[in-house]
């Protein structure tokens, strides 16, 4: 006698021993989009996979899920699982039959971030040197955050004409001044803000694109208005019997004014 195809023994009745695993069909690998602001991908599986045994019996079916950083979990069908964006992760898919015979398949999860980065940009208004139509603005980076964590590449496209004051290194003891006319600042490159001369009356558009590693990119602009302080005006005579004290007050035929600008 012999024994049955996936048995082994003598054939002897009570003697042929299930040897053949169980045959597991995985789906097709995923791909999947992070959740939104998170550097993961929540995903709900589905039931287990098909599964067929030569035994004709009921198999006990495992699912283990393995990211890229080596952390194993184990879930069941239906399951929501968390998949880290260092993908791919992998879900191994795990049938035993009574015999103890066990058979595997992998389905390899990939997470795709799709999200690009979110900025903070704001308009504001500074005064003009007193007495001067300009004024020197510091410019600083504009807020980007990103969902995956990663590095941020922050550029901003200057208005044009503009005159960017920096500090250059000279040696380990000293630095120097310089005016660079430019129209691209990388920001984070410089790790620093810039000091830019600015003519009063007048509104500066700023365009700022923020990039990923990934090649997500994102873009705001702010704009900068410098409003003039030299507009003189009549007064009244005060307590002090004076002007601002920016300004030396006179008697004209008119009545008391500031000096003219």
């Not at 045994?53 to 899920?65: C, E, H, L």
Request: include cysteine.
């Amino acid at each position: 006698c012999t024994c049955w195809p996936g048995f082994a023994g003598s054939g002897f009745a009570g003697d042929c021993i299930d040897v053949e695993p169980p045959t597991v069909l995985c789906m097709s690998n995923l791909t999947v989009s992070t959740a939104p602001g998170q550097a993961f991908a929540s995903v709900a599986l589905g039931m287990f996979p098909d599964v067929t045994d030569n035994s004709g019996a009921d198999v006990v079916m495992m699912m283990i899920k393995v990211n890229q950083s080596g952390v194993v979990s184990q879930s069941f069908a239906g399951t929501q699982i968390d998949f880290p964006l260092d993908s791919p992760s992998h879900i191994i898919y795990t049938a035993r039959d009574d015999a103890g015979n066990e058979g595997t398949c992998v389905t390899d999860v990939l997470v795709d971030d799709a999200e690009p980065p979110t900025m903070s940009c704001r308009n504001t208004t500074v005064l003009a040197t007193p007495w001067q139509h300009y004024a020197d603005v510091l410019v600083e980076p504009v807020g980007v955050q990103d969902n995956s964590g990663g590095a941020v590449a922050l550029v901003v496209l200057l208005p044009q004409h503009i005159i960017v004051e920096r500090n250059i290194s000279i040696n380990e003891n000293a630095t120097a001044m310089m005016n660079v006319s430019t129209s691209r600042i990388d920001m984070h490159r410089d790790h620093q803000a810039i000091t830019l001369r600015l003519q009063s009356g007048t509104t500066y558009l700023f365009i700022w694109t923020a990039s990923t590693e990934d090649g997500l990119t994102s873009e705001c602009t702010t704009q900068v208005f410098v409003e003039d302080t030299n507009e003189c005006t009549d007064v009244l005579t005060s307590a002090n019997g004076g002007c601002s004290h920016l300004r030396e007050c006179i008697d004209t035929v008119g009545g008391r004014q500031c000096a003219p600008c």
